[in-house]
T-cell receptor, first 114, second 113 residues
Framework: GAGVSQSPRYKVAKRGQDVALRCDPI?????LFWYQQALGQGPEFLTY????????KSGLPSDRFFAERPEGSVSTLKIQRTQQEDSAVYLC????????????FGQGTRLTVV | GNSVTQMEGPVTLSEEAFLTINCTYT??????LFWYVQYPGEGLQLLLK?????DKGSNKGFEATYRKETTSFHLEKGSVQVSDSAVYFC????????????FGTGTKLQVIP
């Protein structure tokens, strides 16, 4: 596609529910990033993939968060047993190659845990 | 660790006013610096960037100069328009390795006719 696509755009989950957020990066982009943006804050790094390899997951806030990119294209961020503090916008970004100084962001998925 | 500090908003300006949004950073090495913009209901877009000291990034009438001596990257525009209303994020990318971007908290700009 022309840009980074994320789905769903909005997700309401009951506390304790599991959710899966999808990111479709720009075709051919090697690098993929997930960020979490709390209300009124800047995005915070969660995890990074180079192709299918998850090279950095230091930003994942707990072991309830899990990300994968099994074929080096589409990525899924899964949150198990959601908590209210997980409510945020989850942004995905991709770049053509490692070390690029520009990443392209999707519109994000707004997760609300009630 | 790396950090970015930018002025708190919201900033409200009349159309054609001069805009400055301050941004300072802390980083090791020689980071690249960015301004991203987020229009209502849209994703983050790169507005401009500078990759080394004294570089000036510019786009759509916005400018920012990479000042290593003051660790700053202030965003300026000479004459804002209503369509510039958005949230602006200052960000940095550490030198070397992959691009783990560190963002500021964002400054909301509202331009009134």
């Amino acid at each position: 596609g022309a840009g980074v696509s994320q789905s769903p755009r909005y997700k309401v989950a009951k506390r304790g529910q599991d959710v899966a957020l999808r990111c479709d990066p720009i075709s051919g982009h090697v690098s993929l990033f997930w960020y979490q943006q709390a209300l009124g804050q800047g995005p915070e790094f969660l995890t990074y993939f180079q192709n299918e390899a998850q090279l950095d997951k230091s930003g994942l806030p707990s072991d309830r968060f899990f990300a994968e990119r099994p074929e080096g294209s589409v990525s899924t961020l899964k949150i198990q047993r959601t908590q209210q503090e997980d409510s945020a916008v989850y942004l995905c970004a991709s770049s053509l190659k490692t070390g690029d100084t520009e990443a392209f962001f999707g519109q994000g998925t707004r997760l609300t845990v009630v | 660790g790396n950090s970015v500090t930018q002025m708190e908003g919201p900033v409200t300006l009349s159309e054609e006013a001069f805009l400055t949004i301050n941004c300072t950073y802390t980083a090791t090495g020689y980071p690249s610096l960015f301004w991203y913009v987020q229009y209502p209901g849209e994703g983050l877009q790169l507005l401009l960037k500078a990759t080394k000291a004294d570089d000036k990034g510019s786009n759509k009438g916005f400018e920012a100069t990479y000042r290593k001596e003051t660790t700053s990257f202030h965003l300026e525009k000479g004459s804002v328009q209503v369509s510039d209303s958005a949230v602006y994020f200052c960000a940095l990318l550490s030198s070397g390795g992959y691009q783990k971007v560190t963002f500021g908290t964002g400054t909301k700009l509202q331009v009134i006719p």
